[in-house]
């Protein structure tokens, strides 16, 4: 199977978890989408009110945001992978519980095993805990940390605010565009160093 039937594959078993009780509350499973080639993932915290109704990743306004800013680095959503911590929406975009994170974390590290991503970007303090705890957002936004993931092995990790929490924050929303512009080079210098 190529990747991108392996995804395929792993989508329609997603469809079907009901791992932890998440699922009963919300409308459909929104697994991620993208690219099954995408050199970089970027990894939000799960789905909010229009992603629970359209069964996609990053479609409301948080969404139109991430799109803006990967137009600006000349990337278009179908050429990177979006994904979240958790698939299914939490009721009243309240934070995912620990144990229903866990409970999907096997579902995303299948996912980053399929894709084998150059760069995975965490989007928020939420995504970053997952792969890089004990550590604040406001220090290390905007910087590529190596980290040695169990299950995966060593990956590239760039951190970012969320994209809904800088939305209605200038300074936040400033920082992020600047951070998000430095993604191209963060991939060059990976492909330097391999
Ligand atoms: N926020 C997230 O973290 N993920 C989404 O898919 C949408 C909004």
């Known amino acids: 199977m190529n990747k991108q039937e392996q995804l395929k594959n792993l989508n329609d078993r997603m469809m079907k978890c009901s791992q932890c009780a998440l699922r009963s509350g919300c409308t459909q499973v929104v697994p991620g989408e993208g690219s099954a080639d995408a050199e970089i993932m970027f990894i939000g915290e799960g789905p909010g009110q229009k992603e629970d109704e359209l069964g996609r990743p990053f479609v409301g306004a948080a969404g139109k945001f991430l799109d803006e800013m990967l137009g600006i680095i000349n990337l278009k959503r179908e050429e990177v992978y979006i994904a979240n911590i958790v698939k299914c929406r939490p009721p009243q975009n309240r934070d995912p519980l620990p144990e229903e994170a866990a409970a999907c974390w096997p579902w995303l590290l299948s996912q980053i095993k399929i894709i084998q991503p150059k760069l995975i970007v965490t989007l928020g303090r939420h995504s970053m805990e997952r792969f890089l705890p004990n550590q604040k957002i406001s220090q290390i936004h905007g910087r590529a940390m190596k980290r040695e993931v169990d299950k995966i ?42």
């Open 153 to 194: 092995g060593k990956q590239v990790f760039y951190t970012l605010y969320h994209p809904a929490a800088a939305l209605y924050n200038g300074s936040m929303r400033e920082l992020l565009i600047k951070d998000f512009k430095r993604i191209p080079k963060v991939i060059e210098k990976i492909k330097e160093a391999i």
